[in-house]
Nanobody, 122 residues
Framework: QVQLVESGGGLVQAGGSLRLSCAAS????????MSWYRQAPGKQRELVAG???????NYADSVKGRFTISRDSANNMVYLQMNSLKPEDTAVYYC????????????????WGQGTQVTVSS
């Protein structure tokens, strides 16, 4: 079993910054891709950013140039540095990890149902 726990959300004024963290723990042999999703009230969940095991990253158009995803593979962590925040960034943020477990099973784990709230005031 693998658990993902996010932290770092909060309330910030427009133009401010936050750094989200996600820690993966459990029966992990290796983590391939990691990503951040978000879901605002009344909206569909959307992919915000993703990063591969080799460090290649991709971003939603709405956050390009403002958000930066990074990872610490040795400690099974992924981060999301969010700068120049806008009210439309308000959402619950979730992390997601493509894991090779200690039993050599490949599976995607997500933190749906937990997440960390980011609220940006105008």
């Amino acid at each position: 079993q693998v658990q993902l726990v996010e932290s770092g959300g909060g309330l910030v004024q427009a133009g401010g910054s936050l750094r989200l963290s996600c820690a993966a723990s459990g029966s992990i042999l290796r983590i391939n891709a990691m990503s951040w999703y978000r879901q605002a009230p009344g909206k569909q969940r959307e992919l915000v950013a993703g990063i591969t095991r080799f460090g290649s990253s991709n971003y939603a158009d709405s956050v390009k140039g403002r958000f930066t995803i990074s990872r610490d593979s040795a400690n099974n962590m992924v981060y999301l540095q969010m700068n120049s925040l806008k009210p439309e960034d308000t959402a619950v943020y979730y992390c997601n990890a493509e894991v090779i477990t200690s039993e050599f099973v490949s599976r995607v784990y997500s933190s749906w149902g937990q997440g960390t709230q980011v609220t940006v005031s105008s």
